[in-house]
């Protein structure tokens, strides 16, 4: 069993930046595809990033890409989501998760279902 945990979260102006760090209890996270998610009030929970555990390579959302970064510490065990130019839009609870599946497609990695565990969330919010 892997139990994440989000931490890093907070009230921010637009423009500024957060640092969230997601680590684990138990488990190395070396070895899974790590992924962030978000969910606003009222919306579904959705895509924000993925760091494939092969290569360490990384897929971004639209709407966050050249402004988040996500990326791991093996030896602190987390991974995290460097977050700059807040916008108010970027306002939800962001999620940690992970998985050791590797999809048949790169485009599955964007899919919440593909992920076997997740932390509790971290509440962004960006005011404007």
């Known amino acids: 069993q892997v139990q994440l945990v989000e931490s890093g979260g907070g009230l921010v102006q637009a423009g500024g930046s957060l640092r969230l760090s997601c680590t684990a209890a138990?488990?190395?996270?070396?070895?899974?595809?790590m992924a962030w998610f978000r969910q606003a009030p009222g919306a579904e929970r959705e895509f924000v990033a993925v760091l494939r555990r092969s290569g360490g390579s990384t897929n971004y959302a639209d709407a966050v890409k050249g402004r988040f970064t996500i990326s791991r510490d093996n030896a602190k065990n987390t991974v995290y989501l460097q977050m700059n130019s807040l916008k108010p839009e970027d306002t939800a609870v962001y999620y940690c998760?992970?998985?050791?599946?590797?999809?048949?497609?790169?485009?599955?990695?964007?899919?919440?279902?593909?992920?076997?565990?997740w932390g509790q969330g971290t509440q962004v919010t960006v005011s404007s």
């Open positions: 998760a992970a998985t050791l599946s590797v999809p048949s497609s790169t485009l599955q990695y964007v899919r919440a279902i593909i992920y076997d565990y």
């Open positions: 138990g488990r190395t996270l070396s070895g899974f595809n």
